[in-house]
């Protein structure tokens, strides 16, 4: 007989035992744009987590309906939503994952029109930041009872190692620019203004700021020309519950359409979402990607 008030009656359609050791441990995946959240669903599941989605419209995409044991969808900007919803299914535990532009909070079009809760939370941050802005987040999500994990607990897997991941190598030049703009890639991280950097000939073409990391390689590799080099880091004080830089096929699209010649990345500590077919775009687009360790 199924547990009063249990999963069942959260409509996952799992009849448990009587024992509370057999009741499965709920989910809340809170999902932005990109391939991550199916990468974490996926894994969380493997872990013998219940998956439910929190779609956050207009950015995720509806295919993660086949990852979730139960998927619904929240408009990007109303926070009370989301926890209205996260505790309609008593989750006590939740993750992040995914792109969601702070750009939508200044476009006209497609911006992002938040409801009473996410109105209140952003008059009350002393600025708006990414990190203000999570960690306010964060702290709501905590009122609440509702605890968010660590990305990384579902993407061990998927963390960059060390060294040349490619059959290419960076040139000596190249090598030259790695070095060069470690330092103030994890400088402009420190100050969270962005992770990724643009380099060329030990000059810097681009820093990400509001816009992400694939406008800034159009921009920075347009003033470059062939062989820039992509650095993407995290932030000295990154919190790897949100915000945990990440690759996949479309950053190699995209550095293919300006030429870029190398994608350095901070190993143990930035994601590689499909690495297979990553690996294998990068190697078809003569980039190197390198993971390289913050000694």
Known sequence: ?????????????????KSP???????????????????????????????VVLALKPLADE???????????????????LISSLKKFHITEAVMAGKVPKG?????????????????????LEDRSDDSIMNGIVQELEKEGIKLLKTTAFT???????????????????????????????????????????????????????????????????LAGSGAVVIKVSKPQQDMRFDVPAVGVDTIHVMKKTHAGVLALEAKKSIIIEKEKFVHEAEKADIAVVGVGDD
């Not at 009741?23 to 669903?41: E, H, T, Y």
């Open 104 to 124: 939508l909070l200044y476009k006209n079009k497609g911006r992002i029109l938040p409801d009473l809760r996410a109105i209140k939370l952003l008059f009350s």
């Open 156 to 222: 061990k897997n998927l963390l960059t190692a060390e060294g040349v991941q490619t059959k290419k190598q960076p040139d000596e030049k190249q090598w030259k620019d790695i070095e060069f703009g470690w330092k103030i890639a994890k400088e402009i991280g420190r100050l969270d203004i962005g992770q990724t950097i643009i380099v060329k000939d030990r000059a810097v073409m681009a820093v990400e700021a509001i816009e992400g990391t694939d406008e800034a390689i159009l921009r920075g590799g347009a």
């Open 1 to 17: 007989m199924p547990l009063k008030g249990g999963i069942r009656d959260l409509g996952l359609g799992i009849t448990h035992p």
């Open 63 to 81: 295919s993660l309906r086949n990852f979730a044991d139960e998927f619904l969808e929240v408009n990007v900007g109303h926070l009370g939503k």
């Open 21 to 51: 050791t057999a009741v499965p441990r709920i989910l809340g995946l809170i999902a932005g744009k990109g391939d991550l959240p199916k990468a974490i669903a996926s894994e969380a599941r493997k872990m013998d987590y219940k998956v």
